[in-house]
C-alpha cells in the first residue's frame, strides 16, 4: 500500500468498484468509481482541490487571502477541508433548502456558512451571486466559482478520466453521472472521448433539471420536479459543461432512485446518497439499453450520512408519497 502526502496528497486514486447486483440484474459489468473515499467524503474534493490550486497558480490566492464559494454542501465540505490544511478562511453562501447535516459538518470544519434564501440563478440573491459578490468585496479573496471556472473540469480531465481509462484497461463501453457544475461529466468525458470517441456518453438527469431537455432538444427548458436529490440537476448549461460532447440524456425518478439506494443498502451493504443512486439507475438503464455484455461506468459520489434526514427519514419519504421501500 502506498503512501500519500497529506490531505492534497490524499484526493483522487479512489478504487473502481463492481456492483454485483447490478452486474447480475443486466449482463454487464456495472462499475463505480468510488468517490466517497476521497479525503472529504465526496466527489468534489478534486474540484476543490484543482480550483484552490488554479487560483494559486495564476497568483489571485496567497497568504492572507481567502475563498468564497457558493455551494450546496460538498464542494464547501472540499474547500474548508483543502483551506484549512493551506491556512485560507473559507467563506460558504449556501440556499436553505440543503440538508442540516450539511450545514453542520462546515461549521464544524470551520468554514463561515451564510445560508441563504432559495432563489432561481436569474435573482441577484441567488446564492453563487451572493458569494462573488461577497468575493470581489473581499481584499485577496477568491471566489471559487466552481459553476464557471473550468479548473473543476480540468480536475476529472487530469485525474478521474485517466483513473477511469487505466483502471479498466480502456474496456469501457459507456460512462453516465449525473450534473450539478457538470465538472465530472465533461471532464471524464472530455479525456475519455480523445482516447476513445466510441464511448458513449450519457448524461443521467433528475426531474426538475433542464440538462435532460437540453441534451435530448439543445434547449435548456426544465422539466417537472421536485426532486429529493441534493447536489445535481440544473436551470443552465455552465461554462464547464459547455462544449461537452454527450450522446444522449436519461431521466430518472426519485422512488427508483430510493429503490436503487436502499436495494444497494440492503443487499449489498452500501450507504450511498441520492446522486449516487441517479448515477447507478442510469449505469442500469445504459447497460440494459446496449445490452449484456458491456462496461458501463458510472460515479459513487457520497455517502448516506449526509442524508439523514431525508433520503434516510422515513416520515420525510412518506410525505412525498416515496415510501413502502425500507423493509429491512
Ligand atoms: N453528487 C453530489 C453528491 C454532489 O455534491 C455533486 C456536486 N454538486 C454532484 C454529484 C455533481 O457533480 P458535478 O458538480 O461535478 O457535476
Known amino acids: 500500500m502506498e503512501t500519500r502526502n497529506g490531505f ?16 447480475e440484474a443486466t449482463g454487464c459489468e456495472i462499475l ?3 468517490e466517497f473515499l476521497n479525503p472529504g467524503g465526496s466527489v468534489k474534493d478534486r474540484a476543490a482541490l484543482w480550483m484552490v490550486r488554479e487560483h494559486e497558480k495564476s497568483g489571485a490566492l496567497g497568504p492572507g487571502g481567502a475563498v468564497v464559494e457558493g455551494t450546496a454542501g460538498n464542494t464547501g465540505i472540499g474547500l474548508a ?6 491556512g485560507y478562511p473559507c467563506i460558504i453562501y449556501m440556499p436553505d433548502n440543503q440538508s442540516q447535516e450539511k450545514v453542520d459538518i462546515l461549521k464544524t470544519l470551520g468554514a463561515d456558512v451564510r445560508v441563504v434564501p432559495t432563489v432561481p440563478y436569474r435573482d441577484e440573491m441567488n446564492y453563487q451571486k451572493q458569494a462573488g459578490r461577497y468575493a470581489a468585496e473581499l ?19 487530469a485525474s478521474t478520466g485517466p483513473e477511469i481509462w487505466a483502471q479498466t484497461g480502456g474496456a469501457l463501453d459507456a460512462f453516465t453521472c449525473s450534473v450539478g457544475t457538470g465538472g465530472t461529466l465533461a471532464g471524464v468525458s472530455r479525456y475519455l472521448k480523445e ?4 464511448i458513449k456518453i450519457v448524461l443521467a438527469d433528475p ?9 435530448k432538444t439543445g434547449e435548456a427548458v426544465m422539466t417537472p420536479g421536485p426532486s429529493i436529490t441534493e447536489g445535481i440537476g440544473n436551470s443552465r448549461v455552465t461554462d464547464n459543461l459547455a462544449g461537452t460532447e454527450i450522446d444522449d440524456a436519461v431521466q430518472v425518478n426519485d422512488q427508483d432512485m430510493v429503490e436503487m439506494v436502499y436495494a444497494l443498502l440492503r443487499r449489498q451493504g452500501w450507504f450511498f ?13 445504459v447497460a440494459k439499453e446496449m445490452g449484456a455484455g458491456h462496461t458501463v461506468v458510472t460515479v459513487l459520489t457520497d455517502t448516506g450520512h449526509k442524508y ?21
Open 81 to 86: 477541508h483543502v483551506c484549512n490544511e493551506r
Open 207 to 215: 426531474h426538475g433539471s433542464a440538462l435532460y431537455n437540453w441534451v
Open 195 to 198: 482516447r476513445n470517441p466510441n
Open 139 to 157: 481584499p485577496n479573496a477568491v471566489w471559487a466559482n466552481q459553476f464557471d471556472n473550468t479548473a473543476n473540469r480540468l480536475a476529472h480531465y
Open 273 to 285: 446518497g441520492s446522486s449516487t443512486g441517479i448515477n447507478l439507475c442510469a449505469a442500469v438503464r
Open 8 to 23: 492534497a496528497g490524499s484526493v483522487g486514486n479512489t478504487p473502481l468498484i463492481r456492483i454485483p447486483m447490478l452486474c
Open 308 to 328: 439523514q434526514s431525508s433520503l434516510f427519514n422515513q416520515e420525510f419519504l412518506a410525505q412525498r408519497n416515496l415510501g413502502s421501500v425500507n423493509q429491512p
Open 32 to 34: 463505480g468509481k468510488a
